[in-house]
Nanobody
Framework: QVQLVESGGGLVQPGGSLRLSCAAS????????MGWYRQAPGKQRELVAT???????NYAASVKGRFTISTDNPKNTMYLQMNNLKPEDTAVYYC???????????????WGQGTQVTVSS
């Protein structure tokens, strides 16, 4: 079983930046998609940014131009660089992977435990 662990959240002022990290405990055999989601209090979890086959990024309209998703494959780590943060970006951020861990193993969905991002003055 592969575990995803997020880090990098915290309290930041509006206009500030944070970089979230998502480290996998070991390599996946095949990654079909991976990305970041967030959930604000009282709201449903929503897509923030994803990378699909061919490493094609997709961003929610609300973060496009401010957030950047990237990976460091040798480190089994995914990042979310968040710039020009706004109070409405406040949420728990989760990383996600749709992947298979070994040949012949059914693909599955993996989630991290979440990291809190609070944007406030």
């Amino acid at each position: 079983q592969v575990q995803l662990v997020e880090s990098g959240g915290g309290l930041v002022q509006p206009g500030g930046s944070l970089r979230l990290s998502c480290a996998a405990s070991k390599s996946f055999f095949v990654i079909y998609a991976m990305g970041w989601y967030r959930q604000a209090p009282g709201k449903q979890r929503e897509l923030v940014a994803t990378l699909t086959g061919g490493a094609i990024p997709n961003y929610a309209a609300s973060v496009k131009g401010r957030f950047t998703i990237s990976t460091d494959n040798p480190k089994n780590t995914m990042y979310l660089q968040m710039n020009n943060l706004k109070p409405e970006d406040t949420a728990v951020y989760y990383c996600n992977a749709d992947a298979s861990t070994a040949p012949g193993v059914r693909r599955d969905t993996y989630w991290g435990q979440g990291t809190q991002v609070t944007v406030s003055s």
